[in-house]
């Protein structure tokens, strides 16, 4: 398995409050991505990064942001929780040389906002 | 832009039976195109990708796949589905900037 951990695993929160996600990988890879997963929506991507300091949005951006000061670390940051972003979270990594393209993800943040 | 149709929202097979999961994509590039499974209350892993190689594409626990350019698809089959393949399907292409779209997700059920 790729060397991907989220923390926390699991958070219930107030409305209002700020909250911060984390993703550590140990794969050196370049590309780091947020995505939120809902009933009947697949996986939307919130943020990526494509490189240290390197960010950008992604289709649903709105109430988030993100940092990477580490190659290995990207923050996902809640700046004050609605109960619309409820949701399970995942990190992703992925490279672009030498054929890999993929994607691999980590297990997954369960966020419930009341 | 690039898009990912996954045609049933949801399969149903007997155990023991083939299973064809139909994918659709569009995309203005030659495409990379994968398969994920997620099982109940877990992450995604990857079953098979296709990068401009062979079209047809095995991947881990019987799954193949066949990228069709003409028909623009990416169906995922398995010959005799098993009980332990029970989960989420996601049809995902790349795009040239290492962005990645999802389909919805077929949800697949396998019956004793």
């Known amino acids: 398995d790729a060397g991907i951990t989220q923390s926390p695993r699991h958070k219930v929160t107030e409305t209002g409050t700020p909250v911060t996600l984390r993703c550590h990988q140990t794969?050196?890879?370049?590309?780091m991505y947020w995505y939120r997963q809902d009933p009947g929506h697949g996986l939307r991507l919130i943020h990526y990064?494509?490189?240290?300091?390197?960010?950008d949005k992604g289709e649903v951006s709105d109430g988030y942001s993100v940092s990477r000061s580490k190659t290995e670390d990207f923050l996902l940051t809640l700046e004050s929780a609605t109960s619309s972003q409820t949701s399970v979270y995942f990190c992703?990594?992925?490279?672009?040389?030498?054929?890999?393209?993929?994607?691999?993800f980590g297990p997954g943040t369960r966020l419930t906002v009341t | 832009a690039q898009s990912v149709t996954q045609l049933d929202s949801h399969v149903s097979v007997s155990e023991g039976t083939p299973v064809l999961l139909r994918c659709n994509y569009s995309?203005?590039?030659?495409?990379?195109l994968f398969w994920y499974v997620q099982h109940p209350n877990k992450g995604l892993q990857l079953l098979l990708k296709?990068?401009?190689?062979?079209?047809l594409v095995k991947g881990i626990n019987g799954f193949e796949a066949e990228f069709k350019k003409s028909e623009t698809s990416f169906h995922l089959t398995k010959p005799s589905a098993h009980m332990s393949d029970a989960a989420e399907y996601f049809c995902?292409?790349?795009?040239?900037?290492?962005?990645?779209?999802f389909g919805p997700g077929t949800r697949l059920s396998v019956l004793p």
């Open positions: 992703a990594i992925s490279e672009r040389d030498r054929g890999r393209y993929e994607q691999y």
């Open positions: 794969e050196n890879h370049r590309y």
């Open positions: 990064s494509y490189g240290v300091k390197d960010t």
């Open positions: 995309s203005s590039y030659s495409p990379s």
């Open positions: 296709y990068t401009s190689a062979a079209t």
């Open positions: 995902v292409v790349r795009d040239y900037g290492q962005n990645f779209v």
